[in-house]
């Protein structure tokens, strides 16, 4: 199975398609919910028409919004050159992950960061040969800042953003004065225009959004399922590191980046008040480049068991599961 999205090819797309569908089918037998809370940013004021919005709408819009993350995730690592060669695999990987707990089957506000984060992504990867760099750096910051003020678990980006001016970026003070001007340009716009409506109570404290936070106990399907993932992620990650002499210096760069967005958003449920686990479809993105990395360039059975194990999962833990 993993073998058809290893080009990139009309058909690849089309096997994306039906990997999509029959993984996420459940969404449009059981429609999901609208999953958003104040405390989630001001992605709750945009999204609460949709909790009014019919159920069978919802449903096509949860299935199309993960096959165009997955696809606009794939564009971008392709464009990089991230892959030996372009292919589908990450799109692939994203897909698995997308539909590996059924709490994923939600729009929420994390479904809509993820592609602000995808952006960011790409953006911040593209720094080395910005035309205009302190443009790009000021727009990139900007984006930064205004992911966090529509969904506070989004704070590490600020970290990312940081961290990718400092690999990819040699240092120039001024840049970094624009990088953090950008990321504190919305908050400013916001703090402005809640003081000029007298609506600063559309804000929430901070200890409405920050808390140590200490999990439930869960089924020991979801401990197995986020097993298996994190070990096709260890598993993607080795097989990058075992590549990186054979790569321009600039890829080893933008993996370093997609490192540090993955470490930078996992204890974000752990800090941040309902982040789990909506917010875990955020640290799925830097995941699924490394385990597509893994699927397209491994051509032994490796990719073949991981692909099956995950869909098996899925398909349990959304159809068969108590939880």
């Known amino acids: 199975m993993v073998s058809f999205f290893k080009d990139k090819s009309a058909v690849a797309v089309f096997w994306l398609i039906l990997v999509c569908f029959g993984l996420h089918v459940h969404s449009l037998v059981n429609p999901p919910q609208v999953s958003i809370s104040p405390v989630d940013g001001f992605f709750y004021y945009l999204l609460k028409p949709l909790q009014n ?7 096509l819009l949860y299935v199309l919004l993960i096959f165009v993350l997955a696809l606009q995730l794939n564009f971008m690592l392709n464009k990089l050159h991230m892959f030996p060669r372009p292919s589908f ?11 590996l707990l059924s709490a994923f089957n939600n729009v929420s506000s994390a479904l809509f960061a993820c592609n602000f984060f995808i952006w960011i992504l790409h953006q911040a990867c593209k720094l080395y040969a910005a035309p205009n760099p302190k443009t790009s750096i000021f727009n990139l910051g900007l984006l930064a800042g205004l992911s966090v003020v529509l969904y506070y678990p989004s704070l590490p980006l600020i970290l990312i953003v940081i961290f990718a001016l400092a690999v990819i970026r040699p240092f120039h003070l001024n840049e970094w004065f624009v990088l953090f001007f950008g990321i504190i340009t919305p908050a400013y716009f916001l ?13 929430p404290l901070p200890q409405q959004v920050f808390a140590l936070i200490k999990l439930p106990l869960q089924p020991y399907l979801i401990v197995i399922s986020l097993i298996v993932a994190a070990l096709a992620i260890i598993w993607g990650m080795f097989l990058v590191r075992n590549s990186r002499g054979n790569v321009l210096i600039q890829v080893r760069k933008n993996w370093s980046v997609f490192a540090i967005a993955l ?61």
């Open 89 to 99: 695999t990450s799109a692939l990987a994203f897909v698995l992950f997308s539909a």
């Open 263 to 323: 470490l930078c958003f996992i204890p974000v449920v752990f800090f941040i008040q309902g982040a789990y686990p909506s917010a875990l479809l955020l640290a799925a993105i830097p995941a699924a480049c490394y385990t597509g990395f893994g699927f397209a360039s491994n051509r032994n059975l490796v990719p073949v068991i991981f692909f099956w194990l995950l869909a098996g999962l899925a398909v349990y833990n959304n159809w068969f599961a108590k939880y």
């Open 191 to 203: 703090v402005v225009y809640l003081f000029l409506t007298d609506k600063f109570s559309l804000l």
């Open 53 to 59: 919005a019919d159920t069978y709408f919802v449903s």
